[in-house]
């Protein structure tokens, strides 16, 4: 996925380096949201407000397919 916003001017070597970067940012990103949620207070606060958010994210996601069936 990258790789369309890299050029073709950029060596092998610097591919490398930025997929490895990619790699270990999302590592270290999932490890810090695991971490939070692990945590006694986050897990009561998201166990309470589970239904709210889900109830959210629903209506975004059948919001934006509605959007993707009428524009087309």
Do not use: N
């Not at 380096?17 to 949201?33: R, S």
Request: proline share 1%; no cysteine.
């Amino acid at each position: 996925m990258f790789s369309l916003f890299v050029g073709d001017s950029v060596s092998s070597g610097a591919r490398w380096g930025i997929f490895l970067l990619i790699v270990l940012e999302t590592l270290a990103w999932f490890t810090v949201v695991a971490s939070l949620f692990a945590l006694p207070g986050m897990r009561r606060g998201y166990q309470r407000m589970a239904k709210w958010i889900d109830g959210i994210a629903g209506t975004l996601f059948a919001g934006f397919g509605i959007h993707l069936i009428i524009s087309r």
